[in-house]
C-alpha cells in the first residue's frame, strides 16, 4: 500500500502570504491528486499530474517523480483559500483500486 | 448536471440496524469508490468498482456489502450497524483508474448509536 504523508497538519497565515504544502508518498505512481476540502465538507479535485508542473489561477502544484515528492503552492493567498488540502496517491501504484489519502492540511487565511 | 449524488445526506442507526447508502452518477463513468473518512484520518477506501456488476475489496471492507448492478448506482450497505462504523461515506466516480479525475458526491453522515 501506498504511504502518503502531508505536512504541515495545520497552517495558519496572513492574506497575501504565499503558502506551501507539502505531500510525499513511498510507491512509484503514475499520477497523484490534490483535492480541497470546503468547510462545508465537500470534495473537490484541484490537480491530478504526473510529472513538473501544473497552474490554475493562483494555485501551482508540482511533483517530483524520482523524490517521490509533490507540492501545492498558492500564491497571494485569500481568506476564501482556507480549507482542508489532501493529497492522494494510488493505492497500490497501479491505480486501479482507488487511492490513498493524506490526511490533509487545515489552511486558514486570515484577513 | 448532477454529477456525483449520495442519499441519504445525514441517517443515525441504533446498533444492529441496517442501512443501505446510495450513490449515484450521471456522468456515464465507469469507475465507483466509497470512502470512509474519520477524524484525524485521511479518507479510506471501502469498497471499489470497475464496472457494472463488479466490485472489489478496498482497505477497510469488513462490516460492509456493495453492489453495482447499473452503471450509474454503487449501492453502499450495513447489513449490522456498529458504532465503529460512524463517520462520513463518501462515494467518487471516475472515468478510469488513478489516472483520473475522482468526483466526489457531498458526503452521507452517519451516526451508529
Known amino acids: 500500500k501506498n504511504e502518503v504523508e502531508q505536512s504541515p497538519q495545520n497552517l495558519t497565515a496572513q492574506e497575501g502570504e504565499f503558502i506551501t504544502i507539502n505531500c510525499s508518498y513511498s510507491?512509484?505512481?503514475?499520477?497523484l491528486h490534490w483535492l480541497q476540502q470546503h468547510p462545508g465538507g465537500g470534495i473537490v479535485s484541484l490537480f491530478m499530474?504526473?510529472?513538473g508542473k501544473k497552474k490554475h489561477g493562483r494555485l501551482i502544484a508540482t511533483i517530483n517523480i524520482q523524490e517521490k515528492h509533490s507540492s501545492l503552492h498558492i500564491t497571494a493567498s485569500h481568506p476564501r483559500d482556507s480549507a482542508v488540502y489532501i493529497c492522494?496517491?494510488?493505492?497500490?501504484?497501479?491505480?486501479?483500486?482507488?487511492?490513498?489519502f493524506g490526511k490533509g492540511t487545515h489552511l486558514i487565511i486570515q484577513p | 448536471n448532477a454529477g456525483v449524488t449520495q442519499t441519504p445526506k445525514f441517517r443515525v442507526l441504533k446498533t444492529g440496524q441496517s442501512m443501505t447508502l446510495l450513490c449515484a452518477q450521471d456522468m456515464n463513468h465507469e469507475y465507483m469508490y466509497w470512502y470512509r473518512q474519520d477524524p484525524g484520518m485521511g479518507l479510506r477506501l471501502i469498497h471499489y468498482?470497475?464496472?457494472?456488476?463488479?466490485?472489489a475489496k478496498g482497505e477497510v471492507p469488513d462490516g460492509y456489502n456493495v453492489s453495482r448492478l447499473k452503471k450509474q448506482n454503487f449501492l453502499l450497505g450495513l447489513e449490522s450497524a456498529a458504532p465503529s462504523q460512524t463517520s462520513v461515506y463518501f462515494c467518487a466516480a471516475a472515468r478510469g483508474s488513478a489516472k483520473n479525475i475522482q468526483y466526489f458526491g457531498a458526503g452521507t453522515r452517519l451516526s451508529v448509536l
Open positions: 492522494a496517491a494510488p493505492y497500490s501504484g497501479g491505480g486501479a483500486d482507488g487511492l490513498t
Open positions: 499530474l504526473s510529472s
Open positions: 468498482s470497475v464496472g457494472e456488476g463488479t466490485t
Open positions: 510507491v512509484g505512481i503514475s499520477a
